[in-house]
């Protein structure tokens, strides 16, 4: 099999396939097999059946999608910030109208990644960019491609500059994080707000619909209702919650009752 090549089913790059040719994200109970077994494709081969789509979600938020949906669909999301920009989860392609957009924006200084199902293609924007990518030390075994530019950070709460940091809530995997951008929290799948826009959970797996225990999904909640946020933001196109992210938090907490 062939150099860097990407699960087609969570969109992972490996440099060379793993020893049993099966990729290690979807073995994990938080992800899955598809029924017809391990599916590879390569960046080539994405490159030339997918792009990604950009949107302006408000003057210093952008969405980045790859489109027709690949794998996961999860969104990235460009924050831009006056110390330099940060790219909030990443995706499987980086494209050349996507590097010639945000280098119009000011480039980027770093990477923060909420959760192993979206380190896919990490090291080429790192590289393309030459900036770090701030992974939490709690997820390090999940990490497919290893290189310098990773940043495993330890504790539970790390600054990327004035009102910009990352938080680690564990939750769906022991080092899953959000960021909190201003009045922004950027969750991932750390939390998922629903297609309604009025209710938050938080599971261990969201494809296989496997519960935290109670105890545990209502400690993330609370730790993350101590942020100081109104808005948030999830990792689909449709989890875009402007204002009042405090309160559909604040009641989702009351299903959670220990």
């Known amino acids: 099999m062939e150099t860097s090549i990407v699960c087609a089913t969570c969109g992972t790059q490996y440099q060379s ?10 073995k994990d109970d938080r992800q899955y097999l598809p029924v017809n077994g391990q599916q590879w494709t390569t960046l080539a081969e994405l490159s030339a059946s997918h792009h990604v789509q950009i949107k302006e979600i408000t003057p210093a938020l952008f969405e980045l999608e790859i489109t ?4 996961i669909g999860q969104r990235a999301l460009l924050v831009l910030h006056p110390e ?29 990644i909420s959760h192993p199902h979206y380190y896919s293609n990490m090291r080429n924007w790192a590289e393309m960019f030459d900036c770090p990518v701030y992974l939490h030390e709690k997820d390090k075994a999940y990490i497919a491609d290893h290189h310098p530019r ?7 709460d790390l600054s990327l500059g004035n009102e910009l940091r990352i938080v680690n809530t564990g939750g769906h995997f022991p080092g899953s994080c959000v960021l909190l951008a201003g009045d922004t929290l950027l969750c991932g799948d750390t939390m998922y707000l629903s297609p309604s826009m009025q209710h938050l959970a938080v599971m261990y797996s969201y494809p296989n619909r496997i519960p935290l225990p109670v105890a545990q999904a209502r400690a993330v909640m609370e ?8 808005h948030l933001h999830g990792f689909y196109d449709y989890q875009n919650l402007r204002g009042n992210a405090k309160e559909i938090l604040k009641q989702s907490m009351d299903w959670y009752q220990s």
């Open 84 to 112: 330099g920009n940060i790219l909030w989860d990443c995706i499987p392609l980086l494209d050349a109208a996507t590097v010639a957009f945000i280098r119009e924006k000011g480039g980027l200084r770093g990477i923060a």
């Open 17 to 26: 396939a793993p020893a049993d040719n099966i990729c290690f994200i979807c």
């Open 150 to 156: 990773v940043n495993n950070w330890t504790g539970t």
């Open 68 to 71: 027709p949906k690949f794998a």
């Open 223 to 230: 730790q993350i209702m101590d942020l100081p946020f109104n």
